[in-house]
């Protein structure tokens, strides 16, 4: 499912422009000047309010309105009612893709200093505005890992054009070992799931190895070849695809017990584990977290109103413009929408394949294992939707059900219903009950 927002404050701005794919790292020399010298005078433009010239220089194949004068008019209101004026922009590190450039321009703001990420093509046309959290801390395993007791092996998913870079953590010892594949939520993911300084895939794959499994995870095509995948793509290029491919690679390995291969998707890799142990047909079993049960819609709906409802107010730019998403969100489940109209960053026939789906109904179809592991404190999916896991699945064989009342969408403890800023303000780990209630399920067979 969508994270709202991805990697970002719990603002507008950032709800609405996540972050893109990590760029590749180059320090800033004498062809970079050009770059930071075209960011910093567009965000002038915008500190001067001249929003027209800024929108002017947006690259023309950015969707119609996402970043047009009023739009941007907006977004600056928004950021400074939340951080106060800008008082100082400094030159930042310059990162190279293909035809763009990406420069992330230290910022310091009035009430705190972010990162603002300005993406430039060839022609020094902007494609692309972020505002992002300084870097996260460091990550330290948490102390239910214990590195001495595993290894990694870099490998490859799929072949070809689309081939996804990946790593086997293995247990060491006699083996095989039973082998669990990690299916990410939705958004241009890396191996570890990386939200800010927190990385709850890798907590997974080597609390996970502890325990004598073997686990492989992989960044997500969306991460890898963004860029270059053609307008429109689907589930089946954005999850299904992919997944296979490492359960394919997972079963070859000689570690890993073929006949042993289990499953685990977390938010939308869990919305569409069912159908990929489906079209799989072997597995051993099916970890579902933090997966979404009721129509999507109203899942995307209930987020932006959860999140206007953090706003100061009714009059407040953000409100304002999130109550519109709201309405642009109910427009697109009436079939208002053309199927290539943008709806938060991605065409609106994406939403409609998503509302399509129906994970419980295929899950019930199944005699495969499961387990359904759910977060109290998570207002992306929630406690409403494993209710709705419980009664769909009601009287199937080898169906388990886990509630979590302190863990939140990534299955991290903290108090309340959880915000945008507990994703990327705190380093937080999977909770060790997460990691144990798994771990006995997957050496237990799935029961």
Same mark, same amino acid.
């Given at each position: 499912m969508?994270?709202i927002p991805?990697?970002?404050?719990?603002?507008?701005v950032l709800?609405?422009?996540?972050?893109?794919?990590?760029l590749l790292?180059q320090?800033p020399g004498p062809? %970079? +000047?050009?770059?930071?010298?075209?960011a910093?005078?567009?965000v002038g433009?915008l500190k001067? *309010?001249? /929003?027209d010239g800024?929108?002017?220089?947006? !690259?023309?194949?950015?969707p119609g @309105?996402?970043?047009?004068?009023e739009?941007l008019r907006t977004i600056?209101?928004?950021?400074s &009612?939340?951080?106060?004026p800008l008082?100082?922009?400094?030159?930042?590190?310059?990162?190279v893709?293909g035809?763009y450039?990406?420069v992330?321009?230290?910022?310091?703001?009035e009430?705190q200093?972010?990162?603002?990420?300005?993406?430039l093509?060839?022609? =020094?046309?902007v494609? &692309?505005f972020?505002?992002?959290?300084p870097?996260? %801390?460091?990550?330290e395993?948490p102390?239910y890992v214990r590195?001495?007791?595993?290894?990694e092996?870099?490998v490859?998913v799929?072949?070809d054009?689309?081939a996804?870079?990946?790593?086997?953590t293995?247990?060491r010892g006699?083996?095989? /070992?039973?082998?669990?594949?990690?299916?990410h @939520?939705?958004?241009p993911n890396?191996?570890?799931e990386?939200i800010?300084?927190n990385k709850?895939f890798? +907590?997974?794959?080597?609390g996970?190895?502890? %325990?004598?499994?073997?686990?492989?995870?992989y960044?997500?095509?969306?991460h890898?070849h @963004?860029?270059?995948?053609?307008a429109?793509? *689907?589930?089946?290029e954005?999850? $299904?695809?992919?997944?296979?491919a490492?359960?394919?690679?997972?079963?070859?390995a000689?570690e890993i017990e073929?006949?042993?291969? /289990?499953?685990l998707?977390?938010?939308l890799?869990g919305m569409?584990?069912p159908?990929i142990?489906?079209r799989?047909g072997g597995?051993? *079993?099916v970890?579902?977290?933090?997966?979404p049960?009721r129509?999507?819609f109203?899942?995307?709906r209930g987020?932006?109103e959860?999140?206007?409802?953090l706003?100061?107010?009714p009059?407040s730019?953000?409100?304002?413009?999130?109550?519109s998403?709201v309405?642009?969100v109910r427009?697109?489940?009436?079939g208002?929408?053309?199927? !290539?109209?943008d709806?938060?960053?991605?065409?609106a026939g994406y939403w409609?394949?998503l509302?399509?789906?129906?994970?419980?109904?295929?899950?019930?179809e199944?005699?495969?294992p $499961?387990?359904? $592991?759910?977060? &109290?404190?998570?207002?992306?999916s929630?406690?409403?939707d =494993?209710s709705?896991?419980e009664?769909g699945? +009601?009287?199937?064989?080898r169906?388990t /059900?886990r509630?979590?009342?302190?863990l939140?969408?990534?299955f991290?403890?903290?108090?309340?219903?959880a915000?945008?800023?507990?994703y990327?303000?705190?380093?937080?780990?999977?909770?060790?009950s997460?990691?144990r209630?798994?771990a006995?399920w997957i050496?237990?067979g799935?029961?």
């Amino acid at each position: 499912m969508p994270r709202i927002p991805s990697r970002a404050f719990p603002t507008l701005v950032l709800m609405i422009l996540l972050s893109p794919d990590p760029l590749l790292p180059q320090e800033p020399g004498p062809g %970079s +000047d050009r770059w930071n010298r075209a960011a910093r005078e567009w965000v002038g433009l915008l500190k001067e *309010g001249n /929003f027209d010239g800024a929108g002017a220089r947006v !690259d023309p194949r950015v969707p119609g @309105g996402a970043m047009g004068p009023e739009q941007l008019r907006t977004i600056w209101a928004q950021l400074s &009612g939340q951080l106060g004026p800008l008082l100082s922009l400094e030159p930042g590190t310059v990162s190279v893709q293909g035809e763009y450039h990406a420069v992330d321009l230290p910022a310091a703001f009035e009430a705190q200093s972010v990162v603002i990420r300005i993406v430039l093509t060839d022609d =020094l046309q902007v494609s &692309g505005f972020f505002i992002r959290p300084p870097a996260p %801390s460091a990550y330290e395993p948490p102390p239910y890992v214990r590195p001495e007791s595993f290894r990694e092996v870099e490998v490859v998913v799929g072949s070809d054009l689309w081939a996804l870079p990946g790593v086997l953590t293995l247990p060491r010892g006699e083996g095989p /070992f039973p082998g669990l594949v990690l299916v990410h @939520g939705s958004g241009p993911n890396d191996r570890d799931e990386t939200i800010g300084g927190n990385k709850p895939f890798r +907590d997974l794959a080597w609390g996970l190895a502890s %325990s004598g499994i073997a686990v492989l995870r992989y960044d997500k095509r969306t991460h890898v070849h @963004g860029p270059s995948l053609p307008a429109g793509i *689907g589930l089946e290029e954005e999850v $299904l695809l992919d997944a296979l491919a490492a359960l394919d690679l997972a079963r070859k390995a000689p570690e890993i017990e073929a006949d042993r291969v /289990f499953l685990l998707g977390h938010s939308l890799g869990g919305m569409m584990a069912p159908e990929i142990a489906r079209r799989d047909g072997g597995l051993a *079993g099916v970890a579902i977290l933090a997966a979404p049960a009721r129509p999507f819609f109203q899942v995307l709906r209930g987020q932006l109103e959860y999140l206007a409802g953090l706003e100061a107010g009714p009059d407040s730019p953000a409100r304002i413009q999130l109550d519109s998403l709201v309405a642009e969100v109910r427009k697109a489940e009436a079939g208002e929408m053309a199927p !290539d109209q943008d709806l938060l960053g991605a065409p609106a026939g994406y939403w409609r394949e998503l509302a399509e789906v129906d994970p419980v109904a295929t899950a019930r179809e199944s005699s495969v294992p $499961l387990i359904v $592991l759910q977060g &109290g404190r998570d207002y992306q999916s929630t406690s409403q939707d =494993l209710s709705l896991w419980e009664k769909g699945l +009601d009287g199937r064989e080898r169906a388990t /059900f886990r509630h979590y009342p302190s863990l939140d969408h990534l299955f991290a403890a903290g108090e309340g219903t959880a915000t945008p800023e507990d994703y990327v303000s705190t380093v937080r780990h999977v909770d060790e009950s997460v990691i144990r209630d798994l771990a006995r399920w997957i050496l237990g067979g799935g029961s």
